[in-house]
């Protein structure tokens, strides 16, 4: 068992909005290199690239990976390994399995094992996050049935890639406390933290009614103690599993009020960090960004709440 995580995940960013995006367009990160750089230079530690494989294979055995779209992906790793920076990579919006298609597991495990077969050798600075947000037909019980399978088509390929893995319920704190952690060596457990979700969704164009809360606020005593108790229980709940924990998205959507955004997510970020968790806040760039990709700045408060200022290096 990993008695902690390994140092290089630490702080991290997620990279959303270029290999996780559903419309299937030829994913393009041509600012990759000098963005990466960017992240190192403010002080993160690592980046989560979300990678929607799943809409870039083919439909039947051995669903073959869409070699263009995988070369794009190497193009990340090896520019972040230059910058200093490790990388999860994260099985994005792998919908068949959440809508219970059938043959859809099989196809999962196919993608890893061939992802695992990729990067065999990429080096110890990246690791595997399973499945983002199991959900839909993936209840507890059934994430728990999977999750050795999935494991498993991973082991086959690399026995000590260190693996992340979080609950049923979208990674929420109610899955993580009902997962059932495989028998293995490498693994790390991963917690996504949005609460209170009006708050931190506000205006978000996929959540309905989600216009009726923008203007929430954040930062009561309330909020506080709320905050420590999830955080804590699912610190609690890894300490007794002998697992180390990190928090694999947190975050706020850019229509909440500007003020609270930065306190909550500093509030997390330091909670996080007190009780030894690592983390990485969604996200760097789309509508939750802690950077403006069109004004080319970081939104320095954001920035802040993450990497405080007299540890940042630029
Ligand atoms: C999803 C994103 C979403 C974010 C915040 C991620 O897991 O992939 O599409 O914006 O969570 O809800």
Request: with cysteine; charged share 25%.
């Amino acid at each position: 068992m990993l008695s902690e995580w390994p140092g290089w995940l630490g702080r991290g960013l997620n990279i959303g909005g270029v290999f996780d995006r559903r419309d299937d367009g030829a994913a393009r990160w041509t600012e990759c290199d000098q963005e990466l750089r960017l992240i190192g230079g403010a002080g993160f530690t690592h980046v989560r690239v979300p990678v929607r494989w799943w809409g870039h294979a083919e439909q039947h055995w051995p669903y073959a990976l869409e070699e263009a779209f995988a070369e794009e992906v190497d193009l990340v790793l090896d520019s972040a390994r230059i910058h200093g920076l490790g990388v999860v990579l994260s099985m994005h919006h792998a919908d068949g399995v959440m809508a219970g298609e059938a043959g859809a597991g099989s196809r999962l495990c196919g993608l890893w094992k061939q992802v695992a077969r990729r990067y065999r050798s990429a080096g110890v600075t990246v690791a595997y996050d399973l499945l983002n947000e199991p959900r839909g037909d993936l209840t507890i019980d059934r994430w728990n049935q999977l999750l050795p399978m999935v494991l498993s088509a991973v082991r086959k390929v690399d026995p000590d890639r260190v693996v992340l893995v979080g609950g049923a319920d979208m990674s929420t704190l109610p899955g993580l406390l009902g997962l059932k952690v495989p028998d293995d060596n490498h693994l790390v457990a991963t917690l996504h933290y949005y609460e209170p979700f009006r708050f931190t969704h506000q205006g978000a164009w996929w959540e309905q009614g989600s216009g009726e809360w923008v203007g929430t606020r954040w930062g009561s005593g309330g909020h506080q103690r709320q905050l420590g108790e999830d955080l804590g229980s699912a610190a609690s709940w890894a300490e007794r599993q002998g697992l180390p924990l990190y928090v694999g998205e947190f975050g706020t959507y850019g229509a909440a009020p500007p003020v609270s955004r930065v306190t909550w997510t500093r509030r997390v970020r330091a909670e996080a960090e007190r009780l030894g968790l690592a983390w990485a806040c969604w996200d760097f760039s789309t509508d939750f960004g802690v950077y403006d990709p069109r004004g080319h700045y970081w939104r320095r408060n954001l920035l802040e709440a993450l990497i405080p200022r007299l540890e940042s290096v630029d």
